[in-house]
């Protein structure tokens, strides 16, 4: 997307030399263009009228300073508006921030086959590399073959605890997890990651065993995993999880 929009804007910028302001008419075409470069990137119509409208209610009128062309000086403003626009929401440093006397839960859920595992794995080791904190590793996946034996192989690769599921709950998630969450507790651990097994659809099942799992474990953060290469579908969705769950966040895996 940014590769089209820079090569676009490039172009257009040079047909705008000359002039000493913004104005509608000099900034119509780059704002088509730019309306174009968003839509071919699949990013939602919603949010393409409202960046448009940014655009235009910054743009329009603003004098041009002597070095700069009005072109240059609309790539600066739609510069800006890009990192307002993907910015964190309210800006506030709440990310896996350690609750006093407990760990901090993560929960990581979404479809099958979009990484949840292996982005548990890198979230484990950017705690324990950026943060310096005590990480618990816990499959709560009991559905995909060889989920929790992945999970241990990281794990293994990346000098991270992981907790062993006994024999006797190994076909109950919600079981693992009530248990991982006392040897967390009795062990001291700053942080807790919690993989979550997959479906190739959403089903109710799904749903209502990942919702008793949420509300057993009550989560700091849920997160959850999608394949950036979905476009639109993926946020379809992101909004039926959350529907039965309370996501916090959302990974976007490149897989």
């Excluded at 913004?22 to 393409?48: C, F, G, H, W």
């Excluded at 409202?50 to 062309?69: C, M, N, P, R, W």
């Excluded at 967390?184 to 109710?204: E, F, H, P, V, W």
Aim: aromatic share 6%; charged share 25%; with cysteine.
């Amino acid at each position: 997307m940014f590769e089209s929009l820079t090569k676009k804007m490039a172009a257009v910028a040079k047909r705008m030399r000359g002039e000493t302001r913004i104005t509608e008419q000099n900034s119509k075409e780059m704002l088509a263009e730019i309306r174009y470069a968003l839509l071919e990137a699949d990013v939602a119509l919603p949010v393409v009228k409202h960046f448009i409208s940014k655009l235009k209610e910054k743009a329009l009128g603003q004098d041009v300073y002597d070095s700069l062309t009005p072109g240059q000086a609309l790539i600066g403003i739609v510069n800006q508006e890009l990192i307002e626009l993907l910015k964190a929401e309210g800006n506030t440093p709440s990310f896996l921030q350690i609750t006093k006397n407990e760990p901090h839960i993560t929960l990581l859920t979404g479809l099958q086959g979009v990484g949840k595992t292996t982005t548990c794995g890198k979230l484990a080791h950017w705690i324990s590399k950026k943060r310096k904190g005590k990480v618990l590793l816990v499959s709560c996946d009991t559905q995909r073959p060889a989920a929790v034996a992945q999970l241990k192989t990281l794990a293994d690769l990346i000098n991270t605890d992981f907790f062993m599921i006994e024999k006797s709950i190994e076909k109950d998630p919600l079981e693992i997890g009530k248990q991982a969450l006392r040897f967390a507790k009795a062990n001291l651990y700053d942080y807790m990651i919690i993989d979550t097994a997959g479906r190739l659809s959403i089903n109710q099942e799904m749903m209502t065993q990942l919702k008793l799992l949420s509300t057993s474990m009550k989560p700091s953060e849920t997160l959850f995993v999608l394949d950036s290469m979905q476009g639109q579908t993926a946020v379809e969705v992101a909004k039926k999880f959350h529907s039965s769950i309370p996501i916090t966040g959302i990974i976007l895996t490149n897989i």
